[in-house]
């Protein structure tokens, strides 16, 4: 089920305005947020307005918000998930550190009672400049996101 809100979708006018505003934001993350516990649409909107306030950040586009049924453990609520492309200045790992930062300033809990637990926000990084990254704690592209129905019905929304 697609879910509007105030900024979610968004388009951005254009790429020349995001180099405009700052022409070091040369790096481009393909981001997926998901959330089930909370106002989770307000959650989502949060995030948007501290992105946007970022100096290291323009938001390029976000995608509808969709309510998907949970997978891995199905006994919780469903989650609702959207997709943002932002460019930034920030090189992966400090991208990574600022989301796993967000996602503790919205109440998320690291240490899960169970993979796939309900979260008040999951920050994944999908892409980041087409790079292939392999680390203990991250892989980019995203592991196994093509068979993630949560992703790719947000990932739609921006290739039409």
Partial sequence: MKIFSKHFPYICSGYKQILSTNISLNNQVICNIGANIGCCIQTFENLFM??????????????????NSPFGYVKQPDFYNASMIIYTSLDIRS???LFSYLERKFGRLRRRIFRNAPRTLDIDII?????????????IPHIDYVNRQSVISTLRFHIG
Avoid: D
């Fill in 127 to 139: 892409f980041y400049n087409n790079k292939k990254i392999r680390l203990n704690h991250m892989h």
């Fill in 95 to 97: 991208i990574f550190v």
């Fill in 50 to 67: 501290f992105l946007q306030k970022h100096r290291s950040i323009a938001i390029y586009a976000t995608s509808h918000i969709y309510k």
